[in-house]
């Protein structure tokens, strides 16, 4: 999976007695969901994996498709059910300055539940999943944790990504902070807003939610009490949910799970698999959705040699840059309205290559409009992008300049990261991701575009 050598080396170089913490809260983990009614009947245990890091894998036994991963009692989870059990936590918000047009998302509600118990656990010892937080992550590898040198050297649709997160994260803490004003821990005296709760260990624990939890059907939970406190204030369901332990799977494109809650429990189930069995002692995966490596290199942090998954988007500034860097195209010219019809009808959406199937409709209509097409009159361009005739095959050599320009650019992009003097996790992860993708438009120009040594002389 996507951990660089150089990623790895660190995590080998981190002392030994990181992990024997890590192996001790796990061993207080086994205890405390035991105690809840875990049976581990899959006689589950978590191995380090060179690839992946931490993963799960059963000593005993084998796994073919069909069988049940874990099985889980919904008690364990931390749900909507476990925050409306929670009398301390629901005291800190006052119902009566819940805003309509103030509103959080359920996982922004999660982080919160989360940092607020990491301070009771810190600050008294007194937090009832104090034991589960001892098993997460102390910071995760997405490009939200870059630094600023390494950020700018990011392409333009990760760092926007990277931005529109970083926008919803300071606006939920602000709305946070104002909803719990004035109140203090009555461990130390500290206020929540001001001298406890910070936007750094916020961030945490929203990409904590963000990468660990599972999708379950929230009206499936018994809830203690028909009367919500924090529904007037979640915008959305609350469909998720903490999944100790079971939040170890990794996540595979080549295998099929199911989750759902049967009865008094959380089921994972295998439903598909690329192997006829897996093995004791081979890690087990689950599946956490047909993601893009875009997409989990933005929201998990990590991504998938030859993910199966996996296309690359463009976007239209993409081909704006990509015309004023070539000789031939930078002289012709384009006329506004063109763009501002692609924009309008949202053909910009969708336009991406795939491995196998080429190139998507919108992607060619694009670049059939901006290349191909003398007119400029809306109703004629209607008819063309939204008409039936199927004229959009003579574009191929404007698509291979597009591939080769972005093969260049994210290569030029691993050079700047290259020349910073050192790399985090999430830089050392983003540096990876580009050279996968560029891996990725290599083939796919082997594959789709025949005329692209032409190209590298123009520009
Ligand atoms: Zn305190």
Redesign the pocket.
Known sequence: MGRTQRLRRRQASESTTVDAHKQNSLQALYVQLHAQGWQNSTQLSAHSYVQTGRGLCSKRRSFVAGDELIRLPVECLISIATLEADQAFKGLFNKDLFDKDARISFQALIACYLMHQK?LHD??QSSHIGVYLDTLPRSYTTPYFCTIPELQCLPESVLERTVAQNRQIRDYYEILKTLVGSQY?E??G?RYCQE?WSLAEYRVAYFAVNTRSVYLNARLLKLQSSKSHFQPLLSGNTNLALAPFLDLFNHSDAVQTTAEIQGQDYVVTLNGLPIPEVKPYDQLYISYGALTNFKLLTEYGFWLKGNAHDYFEVSLLDIEHMIKLNKTLATQTYHRNIFKFIREHNLCDQMFVHLDDGCSHNLRVVLHLIFKQQAYFPNLLNQIAFGDVDQFDDVQPELAYLVAHKIREYQIFAGELDKLPQLTESGAVARSYLMECVRYLNNFEAAHCASVSDFHNKE
Do not use: E, F, L, M
Request: a neutral charge; glycine letters at 12%; hydrophobic letters at 10%.
């Open positions: 301070h600050c008294s821990c461990g130390c500290q406890i």
